[in-house]
């Protein structure tokens, strides 16, 4: 493995993945563009495919039922709202918690207009997060260096996804307890929770020992020779996330632990808002129902997060849950 030398490691000087920021009008060259444009095409496709599933899906639940819904909901959709503005509120303070205190010169609100304007154009375009990302860096660049900004952006969205693992674990064992479950079900929750484990073991040792084990994996696949260009064109970049994540986590420890509960509240937010919109519908789910839907929406959103929006795969996966968890 990869060890870390704390008297060796000098504070990253370049961000990981800075040549995707790259300002319009530079030249690029010819195989990025090809593969962007393969990858605007791939978007494409899975957007027209969630949206056929999507008119699927309300054919068969029929128009009706759905503006009946939407009106018992009546004004406490604006509830609803305020939930999902907290909740991105919560992690607009996480990635302001991640900037170092010596170049946050702005407050929580240029920071939570930053997180929605990225959130905007990752939900509402076919790039997906790769722009949403890219926006959020170039509006911080405003107010900071780009470097720093790349690199605090990385680290919130790395503990994010570190959370989402803990939240996903938490969520298939709740269920696999609570529910009698076919047997496709049943081993799928244990080969879901089995990668949550793993990864936040992995998370937890590399921490601890102060090792770098996506680095070392990646230079054992260049030495076996499978497909050297692409990984070493690569490997400087993984190089850096990684350091980030660990200087941010040995120099800044408190900021570390913060960012991870600010982004816990926000899936606390989003079980609350999924309890309050069954309650609005009539029903009276048990206190863990919400929270295995929620855990295993996580699930659809990081398997289907190549489509636009998650149009269709969202609605049509929220029916096989509610259906399996029996309701209508």
Same mark, same amino acid.
């Given at each position: 493995?990869?060890?870390?030398?704390?008297?060796?490691?000098?504070?990253?000087?370049?961000?990981?993945?800075?040549? @995707?920021?790259?300002?319009?009008?530079?030249?690029?060259?010819?195989?990025?563009?090809?593969?962007?444009?393969?990858?605007?095409?791939?978007?494409?496709?899975?957007?027209?495919?969630?949206?056929?599933?999507?008119?699927?899906?309300?054919?068969?639940?029929?128009?009706?039922?759905?503006?009946?819904?939407?009106?018992?909901?009546?004004?406490?959709?604006?509830?609803?709202?305020?939930?999902?503005?907290?909740?991105?509120?919560?992690?607009?303070?996480?990635?302001? &918690?991640?900037?170092?205190?010596?170049?946050?010169?702005?407050?929580?609100?240029?920071?939570?207009?930053?997180?929605?304007?990225? #959130?905007?154009?990752?939900?509402?375009?076919?790039?997906?997060?790769?722009?949403?990302?890219?926006?959020?860096?170039?509006? @911080?660049?405003?107010?900071?260096?780009?470097?720093?900004?790349?690199?605090?952006?990385?680290?919130?969205?790395?503990?994010?996804?570190?959370?989402?693992?803990?939240?996903?674990?938490?969520?298939?064992?709740?269920?696999?307890?609570?529910?009698?479950?076919?047997?496709?079900?049943?081993?799928?929750?244990?080969?879901?929770?089995?990668?949550?484990?793993?990864?936040?073991? &992995?998370?937890?040792?590399?921490?601890?020992?102060?090792?770098?084990?996506?680095?070392?994996?990646? #230079?054992?696949?260049?030495?076996?020779?499978?497909?050297?260009?692409?990984?070493?064109?690569?490997? $400087?970049?993984?190089?850096?996330? $990684?350091?980030?994540?660990?200087?941010?986590?040995?120099?800044?420890?408190?900021?570390?632990?913060?960012?991870?509960?600010?982004?816990?509240? &926000?899936?606390?937010?989003?079980?609350?808002?999924?309890? @309050?919109?069954?309650?609005? @519908?009539?029903?009276?789910?048990?206190?863990?129902?919400?929270?295995?839907? $929620?855990?295993?929406?996580?699930?659809?959103?990081?398997?289907?997060?190549?489509?636009?929006?998650?149009?269709?795969?969202?609605?049509?996966?929220? $029916?096989?849950?509610?259906?399996?968890?029996?309701?209508?």
């Amino acid at each position: 493995m990869i060890e870390i030398e704390e008297q060796k490691i000098e504070p990253v000087t370049t961000a990981p993945d800075a040549d @995707l920021l790259t300002p319009a009008g530079e030249q690029q060259d010819a195989p990025a563009s090809k593969q962007r444009g393969w990858g605007f095409w791939l978007h494409a496709v899975a957007f027209l495919f969630g949206l056929a599933l999507l008119i699927y899906v309300i054919n068969r639940v029929g128009v009706q039922p759905i503006f009946d819904a939407l009106a018992q909901i009546g004004f406490g959709f604006l509830l609803l709202l305020s939930l999902s503005g907290v909740r991105h509120f919560c992690r607009a303070m996480s990635m302001l &918690a991640a900037i170092p205190a010596e170049h946050r010169r702005f407050g929580i609100w240029q920071a939570f207009a930053t997180r929605l304007s990225g #959130e905007a154009i990752s939900f509402l375009t076919f790039t997906g997060p790769l722009l949403g990302e890219a926006t959020k860096a170039a509006l @911080l660049r405003r107010r900071m260096p780009l470097v720093t900004g790349v690199q605090a952006l990385v680290v919130d969205n790395l503990l994010y996804n570190l959370s989402v693992a803990l939240f996903i674990l938490s969520g298939t064992c709740v269920m696999l307890l609570a529910y009698d479950l076919p047997d496709a079900a049943h081993y799928a929750l244990l080969l879901i929770a089995a990668c949550a484990t793993a990864t936040l073991i &992995a998370v937890g040792l590399a921490l601890n020992r102060r090792v770098m084990p996506v680095t070392w994996l990646t #230079e054992r696949l260049v030495r076996l020779n499978l497909r050297p260009q692409l990984l070493i064109k690569r490997s $400087e970049h993984i190089h850096h996330v $990684e350091s980030n994540v660990y200087h941010f986590y040995r120099d800044r420890r408190g900021a570390f632990f913060g960012v991870v509960g600010l982004n816990l509240l &926000a899936h606390v937010l989003s079980v609350a808002e999924v309890l @309050l919109t069954l309650r609005m @519908l009539g029903f009276r789910p048990a206190a863990h129902v919400p929270y295995v839907i $929620e855990s295993l929406t996580k699930v659809v959103n990081f398997i289907f997060g190549f489509v636009p929006a998650t149009i269709g795969v969202y609605e049509g996966s929220t $029916e096989i849950i509610l259906r399996t968890l029996g309701f209508a």
